[in-house]
């Protein structure tokens, strides 16, 4: 094998043997080599000379070295050796691959381990051809000159196609007893009569086969050698295959092995959730995942935390649950999906260009459009449609599942799309919708909001590639519409508790009827039923007027004539459909029906109070053992999402679609609330309506939008108010209260101030005020995504109603000269900023007592 190497014409380039560069007419600058083997000495063999010529030209020659086998290169004195790990994932290990080439620059030299290798730190074969597709035309586009080795009888014929659609120089490298033989099968942009036939080696030439019946005879006894090898099946495949097996077969031995092998790759890498796992997810249900699964990797968090909640209830509480808990019909779209995506449309240099410090949130935009934009490579579209024909014409939802959602500590909640589907019309149409829903959830996690909670929480520069939860939309069909009975939000902890008799670990739920979108978001002109499962007979109203009038008016639902996610006026659904559950879900108004009836309208007039409900049958008591267990299973408190399906006689199953750890601030020990402190030194009182467990802050700075100027100002000059807010809350890090009226992050300018949770997520406490000046009413919504992030970022929240007796407020006890630069317009003259440094305040809440106060101590 040694090498006499005569001098090389410009551009091209010696493997090191004088015999293979005379059958590949040389490399040249841009070539990336892949050497198909069965034994990776035969790979060595040829990597030796390559480098002794790499070394004579001066050329700059890396090793990449990320496999378990033994190195291929040993030493060599012009050789640098850069040892990666490829177990942390696809994109960490791509990721770092990538930069150690953009670091090296033009022109260097590179051999890299077997890509089989891969294999054994991922699984799932398809990542391998997509690593292949990323690093190939880097390389390329970079002049340098790299080899790579593969055994083609561990990867798919999806893979090793599209590495050899990839590469520019691929060699079969085949062994017969002590007889080597190569087989040039694409040689880029050049050719012979005889390139591209089986060679022998014989003296260091490499001598075509020309004979066509020695060659039918070599590769005969090729096929004889090869006969009892392992089929051409994609190794992710051979995972589950053996799995199965071993379940048939009853193979204890392996089945606990099987089952740690199939929770690495398929569930999580976070080992509090794979703990979970181990104890709530059999083999079994492993493969009946699978079963339901579109391409391969991780099914994600939120996939993860409604699989694992279901077995918990079904272990706990069989008899219970198997009667009043729905089966699930959910599908899955895998992690690996979603880079391939990536990948197949070109978008891999435009992530590395977002992954950086400098274009993390400035190369999002242009990222998002090109995943807007995108197609499927052709196997996903294929089970995509297969998909489609499993739901048939049932609406569905499309929900984000990414890596990190739904865990400890990181629920994501509301940052990523979930996209409603009516799924009607030609299957062509339908899966046109799914596709673009699906391009939407993925585009989302380029978005500003979800990045900056990424960021906020030191994940930006962790992996979070997004799988996707898809599963039928339980509900009826209600002629044109289509919507559950009702939905809601449970949690297990009831950080909001309004009355101080009521038990905060007896929980809590926010109910709606129709959709649960209204139940996880907070309701713009709306409002949610919210009841202590302790209690939920005792709702915050002083009197049945107000709660009617704090009651649920419009409802979400499916239009499918217009084929829409829509929101109705409840008045207008009962006019256009029958069916719906009123008798256990409202109660008659029988003032307003009479008044309706004066002027000419039909009907009664509903107000969806949920009272039928809770005291006709076991939707309390249910639900509290759901919550009960899940705390229990999970052990931590815990926070769902379900829909409800009532029976004739009002009695509730639930379809449980989402379970996650509850954020909770925590309590901070005992806390004194002083019960007297004269007037002049307290800025508000209230008893009750306040968040975040015991509560003790020194507070050295107050950000206060000011109602009555609020209230004068346009919608524009409101938006400027909202993003004042934001610069000021980000111009210092001192510790802050943020009040304003009504409420905080709104949509809708006149309920409140329209702020991105991003630009107040620095504050300390946020407070919300009942004001007359513009009717703006703070919305007690917790369980919506809102107040999920305020509990996630450990601001403590209060709502002040000061028409109430519970409650005093005095802002006039704010300095009177605020620090602010000017008053020049009323939008500026709105936000009050009080430098309270030298006079700090004291926020104290007692959770048992249900007191708060924020004062001037003494």
């Not at 798919?156 to 033989?181: A, C, F, K, P, W």
């Not at 014989?202 to 006894?221: K, N, V």
């Not at 639900?623 to 009960?628: D, F, N, P, R, S």
Request: aromatic residues 8%; hydrophobic residues 40%; glycine residues 8%.
């Amino acid at each position: 094998m040694a090498s006499d190497e005569p001098l090389q014409p410009a551009g091209r380039v010696s493997t090191g043997l004088t015999g293979l560069d005379e059958v590949l007419d040389g490399l040249r600058i841009g070539d990336n080599v892949v050497w198909r083997i069965s034994d990776l000495d035969d790979y060595r063999r040829f990597v030796r000379p390559f480098l002794d010529a790499a070394a004579d030209s001066g050329r700059q020659i890396i090793y990449l070295r990320f496999g378990e086998h033994p190195p291929i290169i040993e030493q060599h004195p012009a050789v640098r050796t850069i040892d990666i790990d490829a177990l942390g994932g696809f994109e960490s290990f791509t990721s770092r691959v990538w930069h150690l080439i953009a670091q090296h620059g033009p022109g260097a030299f590179y051999v890299c381990d077997s890509l089989s290798e891969l294999l054994n730190a991922w699984a799932t074969d398809a990542m391998v051809g997509n690593f292949f597709r990323v690093v190939c035309p880097f390389l390329f586009e970079l002049d340098t000159v790299a080899w790579f080795a593969l055994h083609p009888d561990r990867h798919s014929r999806m893979t090793l196609d599209r590495i050899r659609e990839t590469t520019q120089v691929m060699i079969d490298v085949q062994r017969h007893g002590d007889n080597v033989q190569i087989h040039p099968i694409k040689a880029w942009r050049r050719q012979s009569p005889t390139m591209f036939l089986p060679h022998r080696e014989h003296q260091g030439r490499f001598e075509p086969i020309t004979d066509s019946s020695d060659a039918t005879r070599l590769q005969a006894s090729l096929e004889r050698e090869h006969l009892h090898r392992q089929p051409l099946l994609d190794y992710w495949d051979r995972l589950f295959q053996e799995a199965s097996r071993a379940l048939s077969e009853h193979d204890t031995d392996c089945i606990d092995d099987l089952q740690e092998q199939v929770l690495q790759v398929l569930i999580s890498r976070d080992p509090q959730i794979l703990a979970l796992a181990r104890e709530y997810l059999s083999l079994e249900d492993l493969l009946g995942i699978f079963s339901r699964l579109v391409g391969s990797g991780y099914i994600g968090g939120k996939a993860t935390g409604m699989l694992i909640a279901r077995n918990i209830l079904l272990k706990k509480a069989p008899d219970l649950w198997q009667r009043h808990l729905e089966p699930h019909d959910s599908s899955y779209l895998g992690t690996d999906a979603y880079y391939a995506f990536l990948v197949h449309n070109g978008l891999w240099p435009a992530i590395m260009r977002q992954r950086s410090e400098a274009g993390y949130l400035t190369e999002a935009p242009a990222l998002r459009e090109g995943i807007l934009s995108g197609c499927f490579p052709g196997e996903i579209r294929v089970e995509l449609e297969r998909l489609l024909d499993h739901y048939g014409q049932y609406p569905i939802l499309v929900r984000s599942s990414s890596l990190q959602e739904d865990g400890f500590g990181n629920a994501f909640a509301g940052k990523y799309e979930s996209v409603f589907l009516v799924n009607q019309g030609a299957p062509e149409q339908r899966l046109a919708d799914l596709e673009d829903a699906v391009r939407k959830v993925y585009a989302s996690s380029m978005s500003e909001d979800a990045l900056h909670y990424r960021r906020q929480r030191g994940l930006d520069q962790r992996e979070e590639p997004m799988a996707l939860l898809i599963q039928r939309v339980n509900g009826r069909f209600h002629g044109r519409y289509y919507l559950p009975d009702a939905a809601g939000v449970g949690v297990s902890r009831n950080t909001f508790a309004w009355d101080s008799t009521m038990d905060p670990k007896a929980g809590m739920v926010r109910l709606v009827m129709g959709l649960g979108t209204r139940a996880v978001d907070r309701i713009e002109g709306d409002h949610a039923c919210v009841m202590a499962l302790d209690q939920p007979g005792r709702q915050p109203f002083r009197n049945q007027d107000e709660s009617y009038r704090f009651s649920q008016h419009l409802v979400d639902l499916l239009d499918l004539q217009d084929g829409v996610l829509d929101t109705r006026p409840l008045s207008q659904v009962l006019e256009n459909t029958t069916g719906l559950a009123m008798d256990h879900l409202a109660e008659i108004d029988r003032s307003a029906t009479d008044r309706a009836e004066q002027i000419g309208l039909e009907g009664p007039v509903w107000r969806l109070t949920f009272r039928p409900l809770v005291k006709r049958g076991a939707f309390i008591t249910r639900l509290a053992g759901m919550l009960q267990t899940l705390e229990a299973g999970y052990r931590h408190p815990v926070e769902v999402e379900f829909t409800l399906h009532l029976d004739e006689q009002g009695d509730p199953s639930f379809n449980l679609v989402q379970c996650r750890p509850l954020a909770t601030v925590g309590e901070s020990g005992p806390v004194t609330v002083p019960d007297s402190v004269a007037e002049n030194r307290v800025l508000f009182r209230t008893a009750g309506h306040f968040m975040g467990g015991n509560i003790n802050l020194v507070i050295q700075r107050v950000i206060r939008v000011d109602a009555g100027i609020y209230a004068g100002l346009d919608t524009n000059e409101r938006y400027e108010v909202a993003l004042l807010v934001g610069a000021q809350v980000r111009s210092s890090t001192t510790p802050t209260l943020l009040i304003g009226p009504g409420r905080w992050g709104t949509s809708s300018p006149e309920l409140g101030v329209p702020v991105r949770f991003s630009d107040i997520a620095g504050v300390a406490a946020l407070v919300e005020v009942s004001e007359n000046a513009g009717h703006m009413v703070p919305d007690l919504s917790y369980g919506s995504h809102f107040f999920q992030d305020l509990v996630e970022t450990g601001i403590a929240y209060a709502a002040l109603f000061p028409e109430s007796r519970h409650c005093q407020y005095y802002p006039q006890h704010l300095p009177q000269e605020p620090a602010r630069a000017t008053q020049s317009s009323a939008h500026l003259a709105a936000v009050r900023v009080h430098d309270l440094t030298h006079r700090p305040l004291q926020l104290r809440g007692d959770i048992v007592r249900q007191q708060l106060i924020c004062y001037f101590p003494d």
